[in-house]
């Protein structure tokens, strides 16, 4: 039987983590000559290499490839570009999936009419410490956990699925090219919106997003992402993202900077208000992640 899914994992430097998500796919319901597991080493100085080749070398459909260029999407593009499957699909090597992740995603893909262009599902947060009580519920989106509903379903525009948790048909990576290696993480540096600007191209093209909430994993949420430190960065980084795919789909009025930026300073100034004034400190940060996400956007704007 051919491969007919190929699940890819894109890993740096996180082999403990990675040994979670390999086992979670490693024991999956689907049989293993119907989809292959590939994880891509993005140049990884831990015993990445070693957990896969010889902790993991029982398990059959399991794939091995180094990506020594830096870049989540460059891993992703690596990853798909190698797959033999009709259908991709993309887990964090910090995410473990349920028993019956894999073999939900192909009845999606083979019974929802007309075929998605995209899918995935559920993620659920893994605590490894306590939710600081900074931390608003509504900021763990962020984090990569959500929950859209409790029945399959269409998503709306303003609806979203992580890529630590979805999947394309290959011949939608091919149509649009994968993603964008502009876009995405590098290292440290907290872009984002390489998924985002798939989306549109998909949305575009009408294409269906599907969520199915047993398309479900566990998300871990370490200790280094629980701090203000990350959440500012990412708050920066993901307004340098709006104003990047703004300009890769020709909106946002970008001649116009100088009135776009008087506006957004109009709306920053009360936040900071609030900030000085709010005594809840979830709320109190939540409103300082939009402002850094705000200065994020005017940096981009004007570079």
């Not at 979670?20 to 796919?25: Q, R």
């Not at 995935?120 to 956990?145: F, M, Y």
């Not at 609030?274 to 940060?285: G, H, K, Q, V």
């Amino acid at each position: 039987m051919s491969i007919e899914l190929s699940a890819i994992i894109c890993t740096y430097n996180r082999a403990d983590y990675l040994r979670k998500s390999l086992a979670s796919l490693a024991e999956q319901t689907l049989s293993t000559d119907r989809f292959e597991i590939i994880v891509v080493d993005n140049n990884s100085n831990d015993d990445t290499k070693a957990v896969v080749q010889e902790e993991y070398a029982y398990v059959p459909n399991l794939r091995y490839i180094f990506e020594p260029v830096p870049g989540l999407s460059k891993a992703r593009n690596t990853g798909w570009q190698n797959a033999n499957g009709k259908y991709i699909a993309f887990l964090d090597d910090d995410a473990v999936a349920t028993l019956r992740w894999a073999e939900i995603y192909m009845e999606v893909f083979q019974n929802w009419e007309p075929t998605p262009g995209c899918s995935g599902g559920k993620a659920e947060p893994i605590w490894e410490v306590p939710q600081p009580e900074w931390l608003s519920d509504r900021l763990l989106s962020i984090l990569s956990v959500y929950d859209w509903s409790a029945e399959p379903k269409i998503l709306t525009g303003s609806e979203w699925i992580a890529g630590c948790n979805i999947a394309y048909p290959r011949t939608v990576l091919e149509e649009f090219g994968g993603f964008r290696e502009d876009l995405g993480r590098v290292g440290k540096k907290l872009l984002s919106g390489e998924e985002i600007y798939l989306r549109k191209q998909i949305d575009a093209a009408n294409y269906t997003t599907v969520y199915h909430p047993e398309i479900k994993i566990g998300h871990h949420i370490s200790p280094s992402r629980l701090q203000k430190d990350w959440f500012r960065r990412h708050a920066f980084g993901t307004g340098q993202t709006q104003v990047i795919i703004e300009r890769l789909t020709n909106t946002g009025n970008h001649d116009n900077r100088l009135l776009i930026s008087l506006r957004k300073v109009g709306w920053i100034i009360p936040r900071l208000l609030l900030i000085l004034i709010t005594r809840n400190p979830a709320n109190r940060f939540r409103r300082e992640y939009q402002v850094r996400e705000v200065v994020g956007y005017l940096s981009a704007l004007w570079s």
